[in-house]
Every structure is written in structure tokens, then in C-alpha cells.
T-cell receptor, first 116, second 113 residues
Framework: AQSVTQLDSHVSVSEGTPVLLRCNYS??????LFWYVQHPNKGLQLLLK??????LVKGINGFEAEFKKSETSFHLTKPSAHMSDAAEYFC??????????????FGKGTKLSVKP | DSGVTQTPKHLITATGQRVTLRCSPR?????VYWYQQSLDQGLQFLIQ???????AKGNILERFSAQQFPDLHSELNLSSLELGDSALYFC????????????FGPGTRLTVL
């Protein structure tokens, strides 16, 4: 079964400093991986996705993630945090076979706080 | 704005009652997914429809059911509600059943008193 593990439930950074949100995945084959963001009282917005093309994926708002098969990781980074980045971030893997094809499996989420 | 709409935004009801949540997918999307977000369970997949047919079931209770209509909108029916059903319910849509990006609606917040 596929799964994702977000290694930190809460990350706090200062504005202007780098952001690193960690995610490890478990899959028996090359997965499709996503990062979604959820701002308070809002829906989920896709930040970026990896679907077996380039291993370094660039997303919206300056975020990027690198797929590392050897480490089974898909960490999300941003060089410089902005106050508006404060939100909850979800690492997601998509079911890729069988009757559940297409369904998303979410990590527990990482809450990012940005201090002025 | 993802193009996925959900109504109502908020719903407050009592235990034992039945409610219906509605979702309209993005124009051209044939697949609809329902997810539940609660403090206990996090975000989890409930059920998926493609072009009117059920395609997959996740952790959906027997008290819950859904359908997708010919115009592709979908409804999630929750009955015999319990306090633990209080959650945010999201609908997502995608073009095909297994493919590509899912776009999420703003969610319906259900409170069961």
C-alpha cells in the first residue's frame, strides 16, 4: 500500500529564511506525488506535482520539491519565506493501480508558521 | 478559484438527522471525488465517481452515500448523523478517473450538535 509520512507536524521559520517541509513516501513503484496547501478556512490548492518527469519540480509561489528515489523523499522547499506562506501543507501520493486508481492519500499535514 | 463549487458552505444540524452536500465539478471534468477532513482522521478519501458510475470507495461509512448525476454534479448524503461526523467535506474533480490533477472545492463545514 502506498503512504506518505510528513516528518514534522509544525515548522516555524522567520520571514526571509528558507523553508523545508519534509515528506517520505512508500510505494512499490514510481509514484505520483503532490504538495497541496491549505490556508486557514480555505480549500486545498495544488502547489506542485511530480509524475515521473523531471525530479526537481517547480511549483507556484516560489516553492519547489525534489523527488529522490534512493531516499524515498519528496521534500518541499522555498528559498525565502513570506508571511503569506503561513498555512498547512500536505504531502500527497496518488493511488496508481486497481480499483482505487486516482485516489489521493494525504499525509497528516505540516503547519508552517512564519514569524516577522 | 479552482472552478469546483460546493454548497452549502456551512451546515449545522442535530444528531440523527440527514443532510445532503452538493458539488459541481470543473467544466469538462468527468471524475468527482469526496474527501473528509477531521481533526481525528486528517484528510481521507471517501468515494469516487466517474461519468455517473461509482469507481472506488475509501473509508466511507454505510450511513453515507453518494451519486453523480447526468449533468456530472455530485451529492454526498450523510444520514443518522453522529457528533463524530462533524468535519470539513471536500469535493474534488479531475478530467479522467486515474489521471492528473485533482482540483478541490472550498469545502462544506458540517457541524453536528
Amino acid at each position: 500500500a502506498q503512504s506518505v509520512t510528513q516528518l514534522d507536524s509544525h515548522v516555524s521559520v522567520s520571514e526571509g529564511t528558507p523553508v523545508l517541509l519534509r515528506c517520505n513516501y512508500s510505494s512499490s513503484y514510481s509514484p505520483s506525488l503532490f504538495w497541496y496547501v491549505q490556508h486557514p478556512n480555505k480549500g486545498l490548492q495544488l502547489l506542485l506535482k511530480y509524475t515521473s518527469a523531471a525530479t526537481l519540480v517547480k511549483g507556484i509561489n516560489g516553492f519547489e520539491a525534489e523527488f529522490k528515489k534512493s531516499e524515498t523523499s519528496f521534500h518541499l522547499t522555498k528559498p525565502s519565506a513570506h508571511m503569506s506562506d503561513a498555512a498547512e501543507y500536505f504531502c500527497v501520493v496518488r493511488e496508481g493501480y486497481g480499483g482505487s486508481q486516482g485516489n489521493l492519500i494525504f499525509g497528516k499535514g505540516t503547519k508552517l508558521s512564519v514569524k516577522p | 478559484d479552482s472552478g469546483v463549487t460546493q454548497t452549502p458552505k456551512h451546515l449545522i444540524t442535530a444528531t440523527g438527522q440527514r443532510v445532503t452536500l452538493r458539488c459541481s465539478p470543473r467544466s469538462g471534468d468527468l471524475s468527482v471525488y469526496w474527501y473528509q477532513q477531521s481533526l481525528d482522521q486528517g484528510l481521507q478519501f471517501l468515494i469516487q465517481y466517474y461519468n455517473g458510475e461509482e469507481r472506488a470507495k475509501g473509508n466511507i461509512l454505510e450511513r453515507f452515500s453518494a451519486q453523480q448525476f447526468p449533468d456530472l454534479h455530485s451529492e454526498l448524503n450523510l444520514s443518522s448523523l453522529e457528533l463524530g461526523d462533524s468535519a470539513l467535506y471536500f469535493c474534488a474533480s479531475s478530467v479522467e478517473v486515474g489521471g492528473d490533477t485533482q482540483y478541490f472545492g472550498p469545502g462544506t463545514r458540517l457541524t453536528v450538535l
